[in-house]
């Protein structure tokens, strides 16, 4: 069983990586590069969309707008953050985040013990706005790990934040699989363990339909151990499964070993 994150474990997650995201862009002596084949946009437009993101999440937080249904349909919200940014100094695009942050985080420490729920587009689920604040810090730190690569600097990924990340995304993947409209892949159960702590998770896919952490499951088809810090950057697309094995980063077995490269695609395209 997985233990219960307090809000602040969330909360002093996200100041953390936000603040080590900063001490990196403002350290950047041409933002003007591109990130390279992943993506088209510059070390600047990237952190303009991460500057973004705390204002997002607090109207998310407030019922002042939904998550989409589809999560192809961020690549729209995104470009419009882009678009509208006022400025593309990374200085203050990076003082923006701060501020931008700190009044989200305010905010997540206030609540009390009925926390708000940002709603999914067309589904009864929703997303708790607490722990909604670990898929904040995953996209901090997939986004360091991006521009780092871009301009050759180190970036540590801090294994204890994968769990927070985790827990947050999984509150709306059930929701975007059942809305990605594809062919429902063959049934599967899976479990994840994240070395070095306690986590881990059940995915269970059911007739198109995923239940995380269900109950009552079947016995897993595949079981799996990944380093923390690896299964966020596979999680994101940024490491891909195969790579994990043969570096040791991750180990498979179980019924089904021809599952572990299977799963991630499973979740493609979703990308927060």
């Not at 069983?1 to 080590?20: E, P, V």
């Not at 059911?206 to 950057?233: C, F, M, Q, R, W």
């Amino acid at each position: 069983m997985n233990n219960t994150l307090s809000r602040f474990a969330y909360i002093d997650a996200a100041r953390a990586t936000a603040q080590n995201f900063v001490d990196l862009v403002c350290n950047i002596d041409n933002p003007d590069v591109s990130l390279g084949r992943r993506s088209k946009w510059t070390i600047a437009e990237c952190v303009g969309h991460v500057a973004s993101e705390p204002s997002r999440y607090l109207e998310l937080a407030c019922g002042a707008t939904a998550w989409p249904s589809r999560p192809s349909d961020l690549k729209d919200i995104y470009a419009k953050q882009i678009a509208n940014l006022p400025t593309r100094d990374v200085h203050k695009l990076a003082q923006r985040l701060v501020d931008e942050l700190d009044e989200l985080l305010d905010l997540v420490g206030r609540f009390g013990a009925r926390v708000p729920v940002m709603a999914v587009e067309g589904d009864c689920r929703g997303v708790r706005a607490d722990s909604a604040l670990g898929i904040l810090i995953g996209k901090m730190t997939v986004h360091g790990h991006d521009i780092a690569r871009a301009i050759g600097a180190h970036w540590e990924l801090d294994p204890g934040v994968a769990p927070l990340v985790a827990r947050g995304r999984h509150q709306l993947l059930p929701c975007w699989i059942d809305h990605l409209g594809e062919s429902s892949p063959p049934d599967a159960t899976f479990e994840i363990r994240f070395r070095g702590t306690d986590e881990r998770f059940i995915y269970q896919f059911t007739d198109g339909h995923l239940e995380i952490n269900p109950d009552e499951h079947v016995d897993p088809d595949l079981y799996v151990s990944v380093k923390p810090a690896a299964g966020v950057l596979i999680g994101y697309g940024r490491m891909s499964p195969m790579r994990a094995l043969l570096t040791g980063r991750a180990m498979a077995w179980g019924p089904s070993p021809w599952l572990a490269t299977h799963l991630i695609k499973r979740f493609a395209p979703l990308d927060a």
